[in-house]
T-cell receptor, first 116, second 115 residues
């Protein structure tokens, strides 16, 4: 079974600075997808960025980028130029490429605080 | 844009009571999901529906039933609520189960407390 581990329960960053959130996962599959979701105080889950395992290039979405290390099974999220609105719980998630039980497997989350 | 709408947002139940969480999406998505989120844990899949007329168990289905009423609506029922079911419940939807080019959209969550 696949597992996702986020070893940083809480992180803090100064506004305009850069922060990196860590995520590791365990799987025996070769094809899969990885995601970072943001959960602000409103509790709605918002997709931040996704990475296809077969792509070597790291995904980027504006100020958000990932460092995907497939061999190490590591998938970290870098937030550049942090803004107050980035304060939220961030979840790393794994999803199999196919199969009958296509579902997201989430880590336990990292609570990010942004200091003004 | 409404997206995924869940009701109620907050509910307190007594042990043994039953209730239904309602979910509707207006994006013409085929697939819908119910997750629960417990403190210190990530979201876990309860049930999902690949398409209208089908439902399947996820990771933690015990104590729950679901109904895919039509393409828009997917309800979650607790027949006899237990304190262990105190959690935040999220409904989600996606165009299909396939991940390729496909985003899962979540509702805002329903906070359920069982006393």
């Amino acid at each position: 079974a696949q597992t996702v581990t986020q070893s940083q329960p809480e992180m803090s960053v100064q506004e305009a600075e850069t922060v990196t959130l860590s995520c590791t996962y365990d799987t025996s599959e070769s094809d899969y997808y990885l995601f970072w979701y943001k959960q602000p105080p409103s509790r709605q889950m918002i997709l931040v960025i996704r990475q296809e395992a077969y792509k070597q290039q790291n995904a980027t979405e504006n100020r958000f980028s990932v460092n995907f290390q497939k061999a190490a099974k590591s998938f970290s999220l870098k937030i550049s130029d942090s803004q107050l609105g980035d304060a939220a719980m961030y979840f790393c998630a794994y999803r199999s490429f196919g199969g009958a039980t296509n579902k997201l497997i989430f880590g336990t989350g990292t609570l990010l605080a942004v200091q003004p | 844009n409404a997206g995924v709408t869940q009701t109620p947002k907050f509910q307190v139940l007594k042990t043994g009571q039953s209730m239904t969480l309602q979910c509707a999406q207006d994006m013409n998505h085929n697939s819908m999901y119910w997750y629960r989120q417990d403190p210190g844990m990530g979201l876990r899949l309860i049930y999902y529906s690949a398409s209208e007329g089908t439902t399947d168990k996820g990771e933690v289905p015990n104590g729950y039933n679901v109904s895919r009423l039509n393409k828009r609506e997917f309800s979650l029922r607790l027949e006899s609520a237990a304190p262990s079911q105190t959690s935040v419940y999220f409904c989600a939807s996606s165009r299909t189960l396939s991940v390729a080019g496909n985003t899962i959209y979540f509702g805002e969550g329903s906070w359920l407390t069982v006393v």
